[in-house]
Antibody, heavy 116, light 108 residues
Framework: EVQLVQSGAEVKKPGESLKISCKGS????????IGWVRQMPGKGLEWMGIIYPGDSDTRYSPSFQGQVTISADKSISTAYLQWSSLKASDTAMYYCARAAGYMDVWGKGTTVTVSS | DIQMTQSPSSLSASVGDRVTITCRAS??????LNWYQQKPGKAPKLLIY???SLQSGVPSRFSGSGSGTDFTLTISSLQPEDFATYYC??????????FGQGTKLEIK
């Protein structure tokens, strides 16, 4: 079964760092892009960026460039999304999804709550 | 950036109704348009890709059409499980796949 398994919910304080993960299985992880999507509470879907695990080619939405870092470790079929200094406004659900012109396989999402 | 605009933002309909949701791109995107369904507390689900191709396992009451800047998602006969939020997404802009703002489909 093709699936993406995301890491569990996180509760952090402003200024803390965080790295969440997305592990692929059931397909060739290095042959598909992995995209990240943010959904703030009660809001729509926002495209954050994308990585090709085969060579770590990464692209960011201008809205998220410099705010987050997307990376991947192809040896363990895992993509990451990380923050160096969280803000309250980073509170959201974050989804990873396999991307090939469309996003056909999604993780269940990781909830990130940033609160003092 | 390519901006995607959906209309309406919300819609009330009854079981059995035919429903159409529209998505407009700020520039031509050929047929690089996808549609997703999202239910509360769940990840989005791909319904339609490349404007009109039905994703495997999606009921045939869902259909998509359009090219260039104007696209539609049609549900031919609404079922109770179709009440959800629908998003369009363009995949024309290389690796910057922006979404529409969503259309919430509610029970009348």
């Amino acid at each position: 079964e093709v699936q993406l398994v995301q890491s569990g919910a996180e509760v952090k304080k402003p200024g803390e760092s965080l790295k969440i993960s997305c592990k692929g299985s059931g397909y060739s992880f290095t042959s598909y892009w992995i995209g990240w999507v943010r959904q703030m509470p009660g809001k729509g879907l926002e495209w954050m960026g994308i990585i090709y695990p085969g060579d770590s080619d990464t692209r960011y939405s201008p809205s998220f460039q410099g705010q987050v870092t997307i990376s991947a470790d192809k040896s363990i079929s895992t993509a990451y999304l990380q923050w160096s200094s969280l803000k309250a406004s980073d509170t959201a659900m974050y989804y990873c999804a396999r991307a090939a012109g469309y996003m056909d396989v999604w993780g269940k999402g990781t909830t990130v709550t940033v609160s003092s | 950036d390519i901006q995607m605009t959906q209309s309406p933002s919300s819609l009330s309909a009854s079981v059995g109704d035919r429903v159409t949701i529209t998505c407009r791109a700020s520039q031509s995107i050929s047929s690089y348009l996808n549609w997703y369904q999202q239910k509360p507390g769940k990840a989005p689900k791909l319904l339609i890709y490349a404007a009109s191709s039905l994703q495997s396992g999606v009921p045939s009451r869902f259909s998509g059409s359009g090219s260039g800047t104007d696209f539609t998602l049609t549900i031919s006969s609404l079922q109770p499980e179709d009440f959800a939020t629908y998003y369009c997404q363009q995949s024309y802009s290389t690796l910057l796949y922006s979404f529409g703002q969503g259309t919430k489909l509610e029970i009348k």
